[in-house]
């Protein structure tokens, strides 16, 4: 069992990022800008977008927080979103999901400039993603497949199965995955609540794309030898030996499925810290794009 460390990864990318815009600056050229919209209290909404904010001010980017209150009206989002839209010293917006019930998801997305949408989740963004045009993919997605290129990892002609068909995730990774790309270029399964017999499919995977959100899904019985899995699945469980009171689980239970596998992401230190270097890497190409 060898390990994808996101970590390692995401950081050898953030080293690179930060050089080229050391180098920008030199040259008296702008300096990517994030605009990050948080809405709301939630604890591991929070935890994310000041990691999103920290990460920028590593790599040298200029970053903007904005947190509004829980009880924001959509109407107040919608104006800022066009606000920052018109912004010429905003290359990036990234609206951090779930948003409260009485926000459309859609309609906030749909309102981003797809030229700033670093998250890549706007329909303009996964249209020309699945045409394989360039776009902005989405970060997590992203992330992967920079991991898997970082590992150089050979997916050509590989069977993957991805368990989930979200929007920001589990659909965009299968289209990433079929893509005639290098990572890509595999047959891929998307199994989802509905499939039937889900270990079946697993077990005839070379490659587990996990994201699902249920802490320890894929156990050793549904893998066979030398898979490689990626696990995208970030539950906080609970843990009254932690500060915290709770602790990281992802879709995969990695004690037991680890030794069959060729290759695994940990959780957390896997797919997480490259959906962090992807958002970076589309910030800093939105930048260069717009000036
Ligand atoms: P989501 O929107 O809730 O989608 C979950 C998907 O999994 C759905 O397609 C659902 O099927 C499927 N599913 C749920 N239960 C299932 C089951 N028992 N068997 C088979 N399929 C099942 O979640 P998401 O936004 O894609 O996120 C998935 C996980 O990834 C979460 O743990 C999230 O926290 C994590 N995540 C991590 C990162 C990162 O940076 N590491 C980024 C984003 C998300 P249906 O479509 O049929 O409902």
């Known amino acids: ?29 702008k300096i990517p800008h994030l605009a990050a919209i948080l809405v709301g209290t939630n604890g591991a909404s929070e935890t994310y977008v000041a ?3 920290r990460a920028c001010e590593e790599v040298g980017f200029k970053s903007t927080l904005l947190h509004f209150e829980e009880s924001v009206s959509e109407t107040r989002l919608l104006d800022k979103i066009q606000e920052l839209n018109t912004d ?34 706007h329909p303009v963004n996964v249209g020309k993603m699945v045409q394989g045009l360039d776009a902005f993919i ?12 970082h590992y150089k990892i050979d997916t050509r002609g590989k069977h993957a199965v991805v368990v989930g068909r979200s929007n920001i995730v589990g659909r965009p990774m299968s289209i990433l995955l079929s893509s005639n790309n ?3 270029n595999c047959t891929v399964t998307v199994c989802h609540s509905q499939t039937k017999d889900i270990k079946e499919y697993c077990l005839q995977a070379d490659i587990i794309v ?11 019985d549904m893998v066979k030898e030398g898979v490689i899995l ?33 290759w695994i992401t940990p959780v957390p230190g896997g797919v997480g810290p490259m959906t962090i270097a992807a958002l970076m890497k589309n910030t800093f190409r939105s930048c260069k794009l717009r000036n």
């Open 182 to 184: 290098n990572p890509g």
């Open 138 to 149: 989405s970060a997590t997605p992203h992330g992967i497949m920079l991991l898997l290129k």
């Open 1 to 29: 069992m060898q390990i994808l460390d996101g970590k390692k990864a995401s950081q050898a990318i953030r080293d690179d990022l930060k050089i080229e815009v050391a180098q920008r600056a030199a040259e008296g050229k």
């Open 230 to 262: 990626i696990d995208v699945g970030i539950t906080r469980v609970e843990d009254t030996g932690k500060k915290s009171g709770y602790k990281l689980k992802g879709d995969v239970d990695f004690e037991t499925v680890g030794p069959k596998c060729s």
């Open 210 to 220: 996990a994201a699902l959100g249920r802490p320890g899904f894929i156990t050793a």
């Open 88 to 121: 010429p010293d905003v290359d990036g917006i990234l609206v951090q999901l779930p948003l409260p019930k009485h926000i459309t998801d859609e309609q906030v997305i749909n309102a981003i400039d797809p030229e700033k949408d670093v998250d890549g989740f």
């Open 51 to 53: 990691a999103k904010v």
